[in-house]
Nanobody
């Protein structure tokens, strides 16, 4: 069982930065593939970034602007978001998967556990 709690969301201007954090519980955290997803009003949830050990994966829309990282000792996952745009506005969710891997990390159905989400708003 894994519990996830996100933090770090907020209001930022276009071009600004935010760092999201996800605190996880569970004894086997390092074995999980961790992902960040987001959902804007009226839109489907979409993948943002994923990480397993040191391998990282990104959606095309955030490549070069967002960086995902994890600290297995602290059971934390981070999403550094730079050069934010209004279209990045969404609720951001942290998720954990015991079955995701390189070719399916972007599919929300592969994730077993989800956090409650944190709001990110980018003003123009």
């Amino acid at each position: 069982q894994v519990q996830l709690v996100e933090s770090g969301g907020g209001l930022v201007q276009t071009g600004g930065s935010l760092r999201l954090s996800c605190a996880a519980s569970g004894r086997t955290f390092s074995n999980y593939f961790m992902g960040w997803f987001r959902q804007a009003p009226g839109k489907e949830r979409e993948s943002v970034a994923g990480i397993k050990w040191s391998d990282t994966y990104y959606a095309d829309s955030v490549k070069g602007r967002f960086t995902i990282s994890r600290d297995n000792a602290k059971k934390m996952v981070y999403l550094q978001m730079n050069s934010l745009k209004p279209e990045d506005t969404a609720v951001y969710y942290c998720a954990a998967s015991s079955v995701a891997y390189a070719v399916n990390w972007y599919a929300s159905r592969t994730y077993n556990y989800w956090g409650q989400g944190t709001q990110v708003t980018v003003s123009s």
